[in-house]
C-alpha cells in the first residue's frame, strides 16, 4: 500500500494538470486519514466550520470597535519547516479578534502552497482591517527577508518555528513519505532551482547533500538532513541577527503553552489571552526516543539543535545571537 502511494505522489516531470493536482489532494487527504485518523485530518485542517464561524464573529465584532488606518495592518511570517508545530500556532492566534490568518491553503494569496507575488501578499496585507495578519509561507521560508523587507507595508515581524529533528522527522514520514528524500535527491542532481526546496541554499549546502549516498538514504535520516538544512536558513541568511524575526520552539511551547504564547503575544503586540493556548496539551513532544540515523546526519542535527537551542534561549533572554553564515560539516 505504502509503495502504491509513494508512486502516486512522486515528482512529476513538468506542471501538474488541474485534474492531476485533485487526484493528488484526493489520495493524501485518503492515507492521512487512514494512517492518522479522520479526527486528526479535521482537526489540522479545520474542516469544523463552527470556530471558524466564531472566530469570524468575534473579529467583525472587533472591526467595529476598533477601525483601522488602511495600510496600517503589521505582518508577521510564520515560518521554519513542516511538521514544526505551525498549525497548532496558526490555530491558537487565529481565536485573538485582532488577528487576520492566511494559511497555505489560502487560495487568494498561495498557489500550490506558494505566495503568488509580493504584490498580491502586498495587496492582502494592506486590505487588512485587523491589527495583525499572520501569514504561513512555508514554502517560501527561505524568502521571508525579502518579505519583512517589503515596502509599503507597516514594519513586520518573523517567528521562525523548530521542532526536535526525531518528532519532526517521523512526523514527516508518516505524513509526506520520501518527499524529504526526493526533495534532496534533485538538489544534489543539480536540479535546485527547480524545487522550492533548492532555492538560496549555500554552495557549500549543496556540497554537504552530494555528499551523501542519497540512494542508499533512508527516509527517516532524508527528513533529519532535509531538517538541518532547512534550519540552517535561520543562520545562512543572517535572521538571527534580525531583531524583527523570533525563534518559536515547539518543544518548549508543548511544555509550558502559556508562558510561550505569551513570549510570543509581546514580540507580536498583542494582548495574551488564555484561549490563544488552550488547545495545546501540556506535554514534552518528543517522547518516543531517537531514530536510527545515519551518524553522520545525527552529528549535524545534534549540532543544528544546539545552535537553534543556544539561538532561542538568547533571544528569549532579550540576547543577540552570533551570526553564522554557510552549512559545513561540523558546523552545522
Known sequence: MK???????????????????LVRKVVRRVHWARTEGFGRIVEEDRLDPRPRVRAA??????RRAHPQAPGSAVPVYVVGLQRSGTNMLMRGLDEAPETEVRNENDGALFDRFRIRSTDVLRDVVLRSRQQVVFVKPICDSHLVDTFLDLPGLAPGR????????DARARSEVSKFGPANLWALR???????????QGERLAPATVELIRSFDLEAMSEHSAAALFWVVRNGLYFELGLDARDDVALVSYDAFAADP?????????????????ELDEHVDRRVSHGSGRLDLDPRVRALA????ARLDSAWRASSAG???????GLTEGTA
Open 158 to 165: 518573523a517567528l521562525w518555528v523548530y521542532r526536535d529533528v
Open 3 to 21: 509503495d502504491w502511494y509513494d508512486r502516486q505522489i512522486a515528482p512529476h516531470p513538468g506542471p501538474l494538470t488541474g485534474r492531476q493536482q
Open 258 to 274: 502559556p508562558a510561550q504564547m505569551r513570549r510570543l503575544c509581546a514580540f507580536v503586540g498583542l494582548p495574551y489571552r488564555p
Open 57 to 62: 464573529w468575534r473579529k467583525a465584532r472587533w
Open 186 to 196: 534533485d538538489i544534489a542532481a543539480g536540479l535546485a532551482d527547480q524545487r522550492w
Open 319 to 325: 540576547e543577540a545571537a552570533e551570526p553564522a553564515h
Open 302 to 305: 545534534d549540532d543544528m539543535a
